[in-house]
């Protein structure tokens, strides 16, 4: 079972910037894919920013200029970087990793039990 551990979510004004971590327990290797999701009180989760397993990564319309995704491997580390950010970016942010492409959900709603291992959420809160 792999662990995944967020980080670096707080509370900054419109225009700021903030910079997510996730650790993984476990090295994982490049069948799985990684991503970022969000969630809105009330609502379900949605993907933000995903790398799929062959390096493609896809962002959701809103984020796209604003946030990058990255992977370190040999840190087993993911990261998003977020700039610009406005009070609509306001929700809990969840790293996640799945055997399976996660590009395909970016800007769509996910059920937590479709995607394998999921961080514990870190929020982020804009104001404006």
């Known amino acids: 079972q792999v662990q995944m551990v967020e980080s670096g979510g707080g509370s900054v004004q419109s225009g700021g910037s903030l910079t997510l971590s996730c650790s993984a327990s476990?090295?994982?290797?490049?069948?799985?894919?990684v991503a970022w999701f969000r969630q809105e009180e009330g609502k379900e989760r949605e993907g933000v920013a995903a790398i799929d397993g062959d390096g493609t990564t896809k962002y959701e319309e809103s984020v796209k200029g604003r946030f990058t995704i990255a992977l370190d491997n040999a840190k087993n580390m993911l990261f998003l970087k977020m700039n610009e950010l406005k009070p609509e970016d306001t929700a809990m942010y969840y790293c996640a990793a799945d055997p399976g492409p996660l590009t395909v959900v970016v800007g769509v709603p996910v059920p937590q039990g479709n995607v394998y291992y999921w961080g514990q959420g870190t929020q982020v809160t804009v104001s404006s």
């Open positions: 476990e090295y994982l290797d490049s069948t799985y894919s």
